[in-house]
């Protein structure tokens, strides 16, 4: 079982930048595949970023490719998504989840085995 904790949300304005954290609990969170989504009102959730167990791999969705960072630190059992230049078509509920597959994260969220509870991001013009 793993329970995920996101933190670091926050109101910005245009142009701006937050850093966000998700910290899972459990032994073996090097083994998982972590990822980020964010859903935005009346939207349907999308995938935003996910990086390998190892850390060696990312994928960013093009929206935010060249902006966002993902990023983990399995000593300390968690994973970040840096945002830069963020847009006001960047707000939304960010969400973070993890899989023993990362194809999951990117293709396949409704199989998605572990979801945290989500952190609000708002972006001002």
């Known amino acids: 079982q793993v329970q995920l904790v996101e933190s670091g949300g926050g109101l910005v304005q245009a142009g701006g930048s937050l850093r966000l954290s998700c910290a899972a609990s459990g032994r073996t969170f090097s083994m998982y595949a972590m990822g980020w989504f964010r859903q935005a009102p009346g939207k349907e959730r999308e995938f935003v970023a996910v990086?390998?167990?190892?850390?060696?791999?990312?994928y960013y969705a093009e929206s935010v490719k060249g902006r966002f960072t993902i990023s983990r630190d399995n000593a300390k059992n968690t994973v970040y998504l840096q945002m830069n230049s963020l847009k006001p078509e960047d707000t939304a509920v960010y969400y973070c989840?993890?899989?023993?597959?990362?194809?999951?994260?990117?293709?396949?969220?409704?199989?998605?085995?572990?979801w945290g509870q989500g952190t609000q991001v708002t972006v001002s013009s």
């Open positions: 989840a993890a899989d023993r597959e990362s194809r999951r994260i990117t293709a396949a969220q409704a199989m998605v085995s572990y």
């Open positions: 990086i390998s167990w190892g850390g060696n791999n990312r």
